[in-house]
């Protein structure tokens, strides 16, 4: 079993890293909080006797291999240390310390695997600064190039490649450059369903679509005191518009379509000027690609209408777009084949949020192990999970990881 | 009749001071780029030979008087020199310039007044960096004390009284030092009925009044992808709802309801997030005071009912209230016999926009001209008047200070 304290003191360890002045977590990519937990992180892998690389858009790798194992595809567990905007500790954290944590037991126990076993911290899996999300595993993945993520802009007009090379992480091993046997990711849930039910454990088999989109309303600013209302082109009543059309459209429907807009900014955000512009995101998510396919048509359709009905120009940028993915299924029969030997109630499910295991699946057999979120609160400071539950997934993933090992 | 080159040439040498990088007029009150309006102003008036004299809050007056007048109450002419962000170079400017363009020519004239004719430039009529709008005027009518609005704080987190001091337009003269025999305010229309109408000159009877609030909206942050709509306390998606709750209703009713939402801000403003909490501004205005109140209570209703239907938690904060203003009649009527004398069309009607005139009308007789804006486009860098409208409404108020001053 693992060093159960060891993990949680950790994970406490690294959540108090990257707190403003008012208290909030928020490690976002590339920043120099991250920089922070990276460094601590990276102390870590050290300490615990690892090899660690680095690559060219900041992915970390621990890895442990021997003489004998050195030429083998090596067992890869991952998940990553960036986090959103007054966060909670748990978020992507858990994962990566307690994949570290079940090396280093595996280490002490005189355990001499056939093949190396790495523990990965991919890059902005967050998405939040920079789009897409899942940025570093999908490097990894050969999903996109390396010169275009680190071109990419962020929120704050920052640049990804510059602020990595600023904070020490800009590596020079090329992207990829570790093919996994098999890849493992062990998460807390962020929604409600293990909790609900009352089991301890999930083998996640699926990960739903996601549809991100970022929708500029252009209208004509003017006089909010003196402009008739049906002389107006308002863009952020029109922004408006989207948001109460995509929120009734999920709401409505009895599929499990969820639609999200986090982000909105007015121009010129002036009380009295009826606004010029609204930019707004909207995050759309289904576990079936038609259906996924269709919100988004619906979108489209709405805005078109809304454009003449408001008389408004319209134009929208895809910033991630990633289809459902199915998850290796002996992998997930080992998870529950693991939880039963240990006597845990398991449940097979889907992940609402995407992983990095949604990317490496592209190039290797893989899964994911959840563990209940306490009111299936997550992106949120009051994220929670039990000690007993963070533990039990840890031991999981350590069954799990020697099965997969040998 | 006055120097139309003059006029013309200050307006738009004023309107050339202030401008961004890319262009954009943003001369917010008691900001760098107001300084620079203020020093320009105060150097035209220093030329013309007027007393200066700068109060508490900021207000700018000139001043002529003669020995043999200087006992008497001044007729006064005044409106701002601060724009909106982005903003038309004749909102307020005109007024001002005009007004200083009338006193040269009486002056150049010989006239020799029995009362002190007066310009003033007031503080902060726009309200977008502090609130409430006409900020210096009801401060000089005696509406709210100069020690609360020096201890305002601006969208950006500056104190005004600190932003006057530093700009150097914190004056010694107390406010309301000057007490008017009558008030006259010339200003661009903002709105679309002198030119739909063809009609050059407005007689302005009354303004509408203004309602103006800052709502916070709570819910609850979590995963955009793992949370079901059903268990959802979007904070983002009650203030759609709030929007186009307004919009609807005042586009639906019959009478001249207007509603506008110009700011918002979500927290924690991210595109994967729930968001926390939407902070928006909501102007609302109507002729009538029985309508404005009812306007009111629609939407505290609608407010009241997000929130259990929501599941949020609102607070409201009021920002501006001003009952609508009925003007003097008698100045009125001068302001519609001048037009006629010049063979003018004129038109009495109502204000859309606040006023610096709305406040002054609580201490002295007060009215207001308009002329005609293209396209009634306002707070907006295409606003426009024709440069005949513009000398046109300059030569009306030297008719009427000619009128009045005796
Ligand atoms: N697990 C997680 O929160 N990932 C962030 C990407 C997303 O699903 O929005
Ligand atoms: N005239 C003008 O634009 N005043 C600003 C205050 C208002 O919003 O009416």
Redesign the interface.
């Known amino acids: 079993a693992v060093d159960a304290q060891r993990l949680l003191g950790r994970i406490r360890e690294l959540g108090a890293v990257g707190r403003d002045s008012e208290g909030r977590l928020i490690r976002l990519a590339a920043s120099d909080t991250d920089r922070l937990g990276r460094d601590l992180f990276v102390g870590w892998l050290r300490q615990a006797g690892l090899d660690v690389a680095i690559d060219r858009v900041g992915n970390i790798f621990g890895i442990w291999q021997s003489p004998d194992n050195a030429g083998q595809a090596p067992l890869l567990i991952g998940s990553h240390i960036d986090t959103?905007?007054?966060a909670g500790i748990y978020d992507g954290c858990y994962g990566v310390l307690a994949g570290l944590e079940v090396i280093e037991t595996l280490k002490a126990s005189g355990f001499s695997p056939p093949r190396p076993v790495a523990i990965a911290a991919f890059t902005n899996e967050?998405?939040?600064r920079y789009?897409p999300?899942m940025m570093g595993s999908l490097v990894h993945a050969g999903g996109i190039g390396f010169e275009t993520v680190l071109a990419a802009v962020g929120t704050d007009g920052s640049v990804l490649g510059q602020e990595l090379a600023r904070i020490g992480y800009a590596g020079d091993k090329e992207p990829g450059f570790l093919k996994p046997h098999a890849y493992l990711e062990l998460h807390i849930?962020?929604?409600?369903v293990l909790e609900r039910e009352g089991v301890p454990i999930g083998a996640v088999e699926n990960l739903?679509g996601?549809s991100?989109q970022r929708i500029t309303i252009d209208g004509?600013?003017?006089?909010?005191?003196?402009?008739?209302?049906?002389?107006r082109s308002?863009a952020?009543?029109a922004?408006?518009?989207v948001?109460?059309f995509l929120?009734d459209r999920?709401?409505a429907s009895n599929t499990?379509?969820?639609?999200?807009?986090?982000?909105?900014?007015?121009?010129?955000?002036?009380?009295?000027?009826?606004?010029?512009q609204a930019v707004f995101?909207v995050?759309l998510?289904h576990p079936d690609e038609q259906r996924l396919q269709a919100e988004e048509a619906a979108l489209a359709a709405c805005l078109e209408q809304l454009a003449v009905a408001e008389g408004v120009t319209i134009s929208v940028e895809r910033?991630a777009r990633f289809e459902p993915v199915i998850f290796d299924i002996r992998i997930v029969e080992l998870i529950e084949a693991a939880a039963k030997n240990r006597g845990l109630g398991v449940k097979r499910m889907t992940?609402?949020?995407?992983h990095d295991a949604q990317m490496m699946a592209r190039i290797a057999p893989a899964a994911m192990i959840f563990v209940p979120s306490a009111g299936?609160?997550?992106?949120?400071p009051r994220e929670h999970t039990e000690d007993a539950d963070l533990v039990a997934g840890a031991n999981i993933l350590l069954d799990v990881v020697t099965d997969l090992a040998k």
């Open positions: 959103v905007i007054d967050e998405g939040v789009t999300d849930e962020q929604g409600p739903q996601i991100w004509v600013a003017n006089h909010a005191g003196t402009t008739p209302m049906s002389m308002d952020g009543h922004a408006a518009r948001i109460t929120h999920a709401k499990p379509t969820v639609a999200t807009v986090g982000t909105i900014r007015f121009e010129p955000n002036a009380i009295n000027v009826i606004p010029s995101t995050d998510r910033l992940s609402g949020a995407g299936g609160i997550s992106h949120n």
